[in-house]
């Protein structure tokens, strides 16, 4: 059993900055590709940032330039978000899975998700 655990969610101010971190454990620790995704009900789910184990960091256009991904996607990945806006107010959860397209398509593992909230 595969667990993916996030952390570092919380509440800012517009133009903070948060550190999200997901760490994996379990029977399988080794993954290719992990990424973020965030959630809201008004919106849906939307892919933010992704990195393979070779690197390659990508990050959506409505965050390119102020979040940044970063990790081994082996059992870590980080997400530095900073010039935060209330637009950016979700659920983010981490996804690891084998490859990119698996990533992409919200297959894989899913971990329990960490608010985020921006507001003043």
């Known amino acids: 059993q595969v667990q993916l655990v996030e952390s570092g969610g919380g509440l800012v101010q517009p133009g903070g900055s948060l550190r999200l971190s997901c760490a994996a454990s379990?029977?399988?620790?080794?993954?290719?590709?992990m990424g973020w995704y965030r959630q809201t009900p008004g919106k849906g789910r939307e892919l933010v940032a992704t990195?393979?184990?070779?690197?390659?960091p990508a990050v959506a256009d409505s965050v390119k330039g102020r979040f940044t991904i970063s990790g081994n996607a082996k059992n870590t990945v980080y997400l530095q978000m900073n010039s935060l806006k209330p637009e950016d107010t979700a659920v983010y959860y981490c996804?690891?899975?084998?490859?990119?397209?698996?990533?992409?398509?919200?297959?894989?593992?899913w971990g329990q998700g960490t608010q985020v909230t921006v507001s003043s």
């Open positions: 996804a690891a899975a084998p490859n990119l397209s698996t990533v992409v398509a919200g297959k894989g593992n």
């Open positions: 379990g029977s399988i620790l080794s993954f290719a590709v």
């Open positions: 990195i393979t184990r070779a690197g390659a």
